[in-house]
C-alpha cells in the first residue's frame, strides 16, 4: 500500500523559510514522481515542484523558481521541499503525492500535471504578512 506522510507545514513570517517532509512507504521510490502540490481556497491546485528520484531530474513553475528547492533522501524514501522567501500567496495546503505512470514519461513531460495516482493528507503552510 502506498503512502506518503507529509510533515513540517505551519505559520510563519512573510520572507521566511520551511522545510516541508514526505515520507514515503510501499512502493519502489527511484521508480516514481515524486510532487508537491497546493491548494488556497478556491483556487485550483498547483504543482510546485516534483522529482524524479531514480535520476534526480527535477521540476518547478515560474512562481517558485528560486525560491524552492526539491530533493530527495533515497535512502530514506524521503522527499523535502526547501520553501525560502515565503509569501502571502504561498499560503496553502500543501500534499505530497507520488505516481509510476509519470516517471515513465520523465518530467519534460509530465512536469506541472497534478494527476498522480497517490496522495497524502496535506499539511497547512500559512504566511502571515
Known amino acids: 500500500e502506498v503512502q506518503l506522510v507529509e510533515s513540517g507545514g505551519g505559520l510563519v513570517q512573510a520572507g521566511g523559510s520551511l522545510r516541508l517532509s514526505c515520507a514515503a512507504s510501499?512502493?519502489?521510490?527511484?521508480?516514481?514522481?515524486i510532487g508537491w502540490i497546493r491548494q488556497a481556497p478556491g483556487k485550483e491546485r498547483e504543482v510546485v515542484s516534483s522529482?524524479?528520484?531514480?535520476?534526480?531530474?527535477?521540476y518547478y513553475p515560474d512562481s517558485v523558481k528560486g525560491r524552492f528547492t526539491i530533493s530527495s533522501d533515497n535512502a530514506k524514501n524521503t522527499v523535502y521541499l526547501q520553501m525560502n522567501s515565503l509569501n502571502a500567496e504561498d499560503t496553502a495546503v500543501y500534499y505530497c503525492?507520488?505516481?509510476?505512470?509519470?516517471?515513465?514519461?520523465?518530467?519534460?513531460?509530465?512536469?506541472?500535471?497534478?494527476?498522480?495516482?497517490?496522495w497524502g493528507q496535506g499539511t497547512q503552510v500559512t504566511v502571515s504578512s
Open positions: 522529482i524524479r528520484p531514480g535520476d534526480g531530474s527535477t
Open positions: 510501499g512502493f519502489t521510490f527511484d521508480n516514481y514522481v
Open positions: 503525492a507520488a505516481d509510476y505512470w509519470m516517471s515513465l514519461k520523465g518530467l519534460t513531460v509530465s512536469g506541472g500535471s497534478t494527476r498522480f495516482d497517490n
